[in-house]
């Protein structure tokens, strides 16, 4: 019998700390450092490997991802060499997905054939805009012609490339992100990621709001008519949607996300990474520091970056399964949904589909066209008691 974990399968993510600049709207854990030993993070990073493949035993790795940060700044090397201590620890999946973040300067560009020979077999692009004035306002290093040159490199290098665009930016109308998301969709091969900007608290964006001097943001009503000419535009171009921001050619979904979405295993190293790993049928959430030296101090002399290992209660794990599973255009199992739920949940799912925002096809429970532009609203009346 599956464990239930292995409907989403088991994957790996590695954090990278650092970037060039903190761009203004981002609250990742990234920091800007002016030096960084490559050996000693390579390292601890292959120490926490170890630990980590002692805590899952044998099972089959099904993707990696280098996230960041910018993982596009470490040496080809030091990818090369994680990669192998990854082989040499877990059976990897024949179709093993391994996706590494990259800014779109030419120098990070000029490492992608050394990345590729070290093992990755995916690139994701942080593009964000294709035009300098915004690119500009987002506090991105490249300019829109780098990084078109950037992402030629990587189509010739990569078979399967992925990148990043930001729309409902400031002072952006709706025909400007029309004529932008058909350059993109020109540009692309087989996946894209289109996120609204949202203002979050603690970044540079974020006090700019509070203090009333972020100008030109979009109306909510702008925002929601974007998002509609988004999803018309890509289902055209014959890239829909398979999540709520992942649009894709069918076949050539992010394997690595979808393990998130789908509620399987993954490891997570590196400052601030967090995995959800289960050991004998009791799936357990990680943690890790968030602070780079701190992180590198705990492997170095107490032999773990991990501060915490806690086993989740059944309602915490069904609550992310809706949680992430929802966010997906298909989707999530009725019997795995059943498996977790309560009577209550019940009730509210029934609510739900009277009011057209989810429904039942096929054994599996998803949210309608209507449900899904409000999908946050939908999950809390969803998981109320």
């Known amino acids: 019998m599956l464990e239930d974990w292995q409907h989403g399968g088991f994957g790996l993510y590695i954090h990278w ?6 761009c203004p709207y981002c609250d990742f854990n990234s920091h ?3 030096q960084i030993d490559q050996r000693r993070w390579l390292s601890s990073y292959l120490s926490e490997l170890d630990r980590v493949a002692s805590l899952t035993g044998p099972r089959i790795l099904d993707s990696v991802f280098f996230g960041g940060g910018t993982p596009s700044l470490m040496a080809p090397e030091t990818v090369a060499a994680i990669l192998e201590r990854v082989r040499r620890n877990w059976q ?3 179709s093993l997905e391994v996706t590494l973040e990259a800014n779109p300067t030419s120098v990070e560009a000029g490492k992608f054939l050394g990345f590729k020979e070290g093992g990755v077999n995916r690139i994701s692009m942080g593009i964000q805009a294709l035009n300098d004035k915004d690119l500009k306002a987002l506090g991105r290093l490249h300019t829109a012609e780098e990084a078109q040159k950037a992402f030629r490199i990587a189509r010739e290098t990569f078979d399967r490339v992925s990148f990043d ?8 109308s709706l025909e400007e992100w029309k004529k932008e998301l058909g350059r993109a969709l020109e540009m692309a091969i087989d996946h894209l990621s289109l996120y609204q900007l949202t203002i979050e608290d603690g970044t540079a964006f974020g006090m700019r709001h509070a203090a009333g001097r972020l100008t030109g943001l979009p109306s909510e009503d702008l925002a929601a008519d974007m998002y509609e000419a988004t999803q018309e535009i890509c289902d ?4 829909p949607a398979y999540e709520v921001s992942n649009h894709a050619k069918p076949g050539e979904e992010s394997r690595h996300n979808l393990i998130y979405w789908k509620y399987g295993d993954y490891a997570g190293i590196g400052p601030g990474a967090h995995g959800r790993i289960t050991r004998e049928g009791v799936r357990h959430s990680t943690f890790s520091p968030l602070n780079p030296s701190k992180w590198l101090d705990l492997v170095e002399h107490k032999g773990s970056g991990q501060t915490e290992m806690e086993p989740l209660s059944r ?6 399964f809706v ?3 929802l966010r997906l255009t298909e989707g999530i199992s009725q ?4 498996a977790f739920a309560d009577g209550p949940v019940h009730d509210n799912l029934e609510r739900l589909i009277e009011m057209r925002l989810l429904e039942i096809s096929l054994e599996r429970i998803r949210a309608t066209p209507e449900g899904r532009p409000i999908l946050n609203a939908v999950l809390t009346e969803l998981l109320s008691d």
């Open 17 to 22: 700390p650092f970037c060039q600049a903190k």
């Open 32 to 34: 800007v450092a002016s």
């Open 92 to 94: 990897t999946s024949n």
């Open 165 to 172: 665009l930001i729309y409902a930016r400031q002072d952006q």
């Open 236 to 239: 055209k171009a014959g890239m």
């Open 315 to 320: 309602k915490d794990q069904f609550t992310e």
């Open 323 to 325: 949680l992430m599973g």
């Open 335 to 338: 019997t795995r949904f059943n």
